[in-house]
């Protein structure tokens, strides 16, 4: 389905850029519906113009997206929160609440959505605020542009700061774990090619075998482990070293800090 509204986006940094090639490519609305603006960058995108401030924007878009770093969030909402009058405004920011974004934008509906890195490749993950006092054009909008970059999910908002550890921030520790594991193949002989070749490969055939599993993830764990064999001394050695609770331990800091930027 195509739209013919005018949307605008402030901020051009690399999810701004992901989000319009998706909605591009997937034809949601028409490349000459969209306008940007960041006095810093431009989104470097066919057929879309990047202005330098945002007066277009506030005049002239039914829906904007506020694709700015949460820590400059009041500053440019305290500067344009009251010209513009868009209905709708879509936050990708992490932490700033609906009531934080809404008492800035006071005759427009808002929609907190939270994506990640991943959406540059078209497998992103979103999650959507669920909000029933929206209507359900606006909704089916706003979750057409976020379907164009991967896949959506609607959550409560008490979930957001969760939402970011797990998928917000998660592809970082993917990376890391990835890494981790190429250095030590590395480590043992391998060149950095082969080593990646073959990691990259693992994630994704046991990605796949998890998304086709109707068994628990433990039960694949323990498929590839055998008593005395290889598999199950490096198994061991996650266990001893309290693999598991690291992981938490990380990703709680990282849920605490997005609570932190919404106050």
């Given at each position: 389905m195509s739209y013919k509204y005018k949307l605008g986006i402030i901020g051009a940094g690399n999810m701004a850029k992901a989000i319009v090639n998706g909605i591009v490519d997937s034809k949601l609305i028409a490349v000459n519906k969209i306008i940007a603006a960041d006095p810093f960058a431009d989104?470097?995108?066919?057929?879309?113009?990047?202005?330098?401030?945002?007066?277009?924007?506030?005049?002239?878009?039914?829906?904007?997206?506020?694709?700015v770093k949460p820590q400059i969030f009041n500053q440019i909402a305290g500067e344009i929160g009251a010209k513009c009058k868009a209905k709708h405004i879509i936050s990708?920011?992490?932490?700033?609440?609906?009531?934080?974004?809404?008492?800035?934008?006071?005759?427009?509906?808002?929609?907190?959505?939270?994506?990640?890195?991943?959406?540059?490749?078209?497998?992103?993950?979103?999650?959507?605020r669920k909000n029933d006092e929206i209507p359900v054009c606006e909704k089916e909008f706003v979750k057409g542009i976020f379907d164009s970059i991967g896949k959506t999910i609607y959550l409560e908002e008490e979930l957001f700061h969760a939402v970011t550890a797990v998928s917000g921030s998660g592809p970082a520790y993917v990376y890391m774990f990835i890494e981790g594991m190429i250095e030590s193949g590395v480590k043992m002989g391998m060149s950095y090619e082969d080593a990646k070749t073959c990691v990259l490969q693992t994630f994704d055939g046991?990605?796949?075998?998890?998304?086709?599993?109707?068994?628990?993830?433990?039960?694949?764990?323990?498929?590839?482990?055998?008593?005395g064999g290889t598999t199950i001394q490096a198994v061991d050695s996650f266990k001893a070293d309290n693999l598991y609770n690291i992981i938490d331990s990380a990703m709680v800091k990282c849920r605490n800090r997005s609570e932190e930027l919404g106050k």
């Open positions: 989104l470097g995108i066919d057929g879309v113009i990047t202005y330098k401030n945002n007066e277009k924007i506030l005049n002239e878009c039914e829906y904007v997206l506020l694709a990708i920011m992490a932490g700033i609440t609906y009531i934080g974004i809404k008492k800035y934008f006071k005759n427009a509906n808002v929609t907190r959505v939270m994506p990640n890195t991943p959406c540059k490749l078209k497998k992103g993950m979103t999650a959507i046991s990605i796949g075998m998890v998304n086709v599993a109707s068994e628990p993830i433990s039960d694949l764990i323990n498929a590839v482990c055998s008593k």
